[in-house]
């Protein structure tokens, strides 16, 4: 007990003023994906993305645990990724336009606690510190993370309504796996409004459920000068709120808003 307590008071120290990744918010976005390797190896990536208005200015985090013995990490339940190499192993990769991922140099050190596996999902707990040595920082991933198995990928269901108030009759079950994509909420807009000021309609279906915004974010896609993107969580569910720009003709723009729950796939899948 001493050991564990040793460790995690040697990562407050060292990263006291880490980023913490998996909190990024405003300038980030994020996605989470699971692969299976084969049958005795199982590996579980997260890639945080941060693409801002100019191409060359995107870059992205991709953290990977890979589990080399499935049983005993069940058993085990918190693993140490010093320690416990034999159990689960971790790789780390920056990738830029400006800055590839050659002659990484890295280290790793943390814990992780299995909350939850089972057939439908997993659910870890993450205390993890990277030190990058060839960019001279540290980051941290601190949160629980939640992978959710699809047996068949998500196909996006698209919905027109002919006002605001048709949304309170559409009814989501948001603990399930779905992607809707909803039209008709907006006109056709001349010029995008205030940034300051732009929101979703369909967020609020999430706040009367009892949701909690958890992580927000805006940038520019390859289809309209702008998205807005919003996190919202409660209980294991987690669903993503996003507010997409379509530029059409003579710089009209399409507004439209997608809901995807409990799903990988991004905005324009």
Request: charged share 30%.
């Amino acid at each position: 007990m001493k050991k564990v307590i040793v460790i995690f008071t040697v990562l407050a120290i060292v990263c006291t003023s880490c980023q913490n990744v998996l909190t990024y918010k405003n300038r980030k976005y994020y996605s989470e994906h699971n692969t299976i390797e084969n049958n005795n190896n199982f590996k579980l990536c997260q890639s945080i993305d941060y693409r801002p208005g100019i191409i060359d200015g995107g870059h992205a985090y991709l953290f990977c645990l890979t589990f080399l013995n499935i049983d005993s990490a069940k058993v085990k339940k918190v693993l140490n990724l010093k320690t416990d190499t034999l159990i689960v192993k971790s790789d780390y990769s920056v990738w830029s336009a400006w800055d590839w991922n050659e002659d990484a140099n890295y280290k790793t050190k943390g814990t992780i606690e299995i909350l939850q596996w089972d057939e439908e999902k997993i659910i870890l707990r993450e205390n993890i510190v990277i030190i990058d040595y060839k960019r001279k920082n540290r980051k941290k991933y601190v949160g629980k993370r939640i992978f959710y198995f699809e047996k068949e990928p998500t196909q996006t269901r698209f919905i027109k309504v002919n006002k605001k108030q048709d949304l309170k009759e559409l009814n989501f079950n948001f603990c399930d796996t779905f992607s809707v994509e909803i039209t008709g909420l907006y006109p056709i807009l001349n010029k995008l409004p205030n940034a300051q000021d732009d929101s979703t309609i369909s967020k609020t279906l999430l706040i009367e459920k009892g949701f909690t915004q958890t992580h927000w974010g805006r940038g520019i896609w390859d289809k309209g000068p702008r998205f807005i993107y919003l996190v919202y969580e409660k209980d294991d569910c987690c669903c993503k709120v996003i507010k997409k720009y379509y530029r059409i003709y003579r710089k009209k723009l399409r507004v439209a808003e997608r809901i995807i729950c409990n799903s990988d796939i991004f905005m324009d899948e």
